[in-house]
């Protein structure tokens, strides 16, 4: 059996939406130091222990199973205090009068999963209107964040569409404040709508609707390549099995011009978590032709990988732009990437000697 620390698609069927595996488990001794640490790595430990516990199969961990515990207590100790930080920064915005969404793990975890602390986060992503940029970053200046130099500002603002801000009180936690959920020219996403359909959760926060949290995270995965992390394909499977309709989604993708990445996130759902998704959106995948000539042309390593070579910044470039719905944005992007290198300096903030500190 392949390594479950190298694969994870072993931990995938353990903690797969539709239940733990029917088959025996009398390899799970042997594995289970190599599968707890699999899940660490995932950031999918709650999410284990509850199929395990499910299956009555904890008692088999044996020394594995303080492992488990300790970084099941580590998961949900990041829960607690990234979500209250960001309660504090979305107080703090609406005190001001400015409206924010919240995005990613921290409105996934009370909308589709079980239990929210199932759902750990490394920052919390918060959503405003383009417009209220400024004000938004003077007023959370004054609720102790650590406003960035004029030109980090100018270099997250050219370059992409938020902006990462610690706070004086809690260095290790990090708000990440977005203006939109796409780079501009790359993905047309309506913001203003994102805004009016956005649902509350039952903290009386906010957060995007069924569709658009879909469309979302599906653009997420997608800027990341389709990087073989568990914690965000298990994400897009509980998004498609929760309440939404399929056709809106559909439609939106390509109003937004994200058909390619909605059609190779339904392949990856359709390799890591068979029967997640509707039979709408598997018509609508094997459709588009390029997603399945891009599994072809970089073929994966693991059965948890999309895209092989994912992590190689030479293949980055190229499928994103693949990953482009027209082909006429390729010139547009390319010239995108030149301008900000020269302009900027490269990914690692490297420009004329210097260091940017972002």
Not at 215 to 236: A, G, N, R, V
Not at 324 to 344: E, H, K, Y
């Amino acid at each position: 059996m392949t390594s479950l620390v190298d694969d994870g698609f072993r931990l995938a069927q353990w903690i797969d939406p539709q239940g733990p595996p029917a088959d025996d488990c009398t390899d799970l001794p042997s594995r289970a130091h190599a599968l707890v640490a699999a899940a660490r790595q995932h950031r999918v430990a709650g999410l284990l222990a509850r199929a395990l516990d499910a299956r009555g199969e904890i008692p088999k961990l044996a020394e594995a199973r303080e492992e488990l515990r300790r970084a099941v207590i580590d998961e949900r100790t990041m829960h607690v205090r990234h979500a209250l930080f960001g309660k504090f920064a979305t107080e703090a915005l609406a005190a001001a009068g400015i409206p924010s969404l919240l995005l990613k793990g921290a409105a996934l975890g009370p909308l589709v999963y079980p239990d929210p602390a199932l759902r750990p986060m490394t920052d919390i992503d918060l959503l405003i209107p383009y417009e209220a940029r400024s004000a938004a970053l003077e007023t959370l200046a004054r609720a102790g964040f650590e406003r960035p130099t004029p030109a980090v500002e100018a270099f997250w603002s050219e370059a992409y569409y938020n902006l990462p801000l610690a706070h004086q009180q809690f260095p290790a936690l990090m708000l990440e404040l977005h203006w939109s959920i796409a780079q501009a020219g790359r993905h047309a996403p309506d913001l203003d709508g994102l805004f009016q359909r956005a649902q509350v959760l039952p903290n009386g926060s906010r957060a995007l609707g069924p569709e658009d949290l879909l469309l979302h995270q599906t653009l997420h995965h997608s800027y990341h390549y389709f990087e073989p992390k568990l914690i965000w394909i298990y994400d897009l499977a509980l998004l498609h099995r929760s309440p939404h309709d399929a056709a809106t989604v559909i439609a939106r993708a390509k109003v937004w011009k994200m058909m390619v990445p909605l059609a190779l996130s339904i392949h990856h759902l359709d390799r890591v978590f068979p029967g997640s998704t509707q039979p709408i959106y598997r018509e609508f995948a094997a459709g588009i032709v390029r997603s399945r000539w891009l599994t072809k042309c970089f073929p994966a390593t693991s059965s948890l990988e999309l895209l092989g070579g994912w992590e190689r910044r030479s293949r980055q470039l190229v499928a994103g732009l693949l990953m482009l719905d027209r082909p006429a944005q390729m010139l547009t992007q390319v010239n995108g990437w030149i301008w900000r290198t020269i302009r900027f300096g490269d990914r690692a903030g490297r420009h004329m000697g210097k260091e940017q500190t972002r």
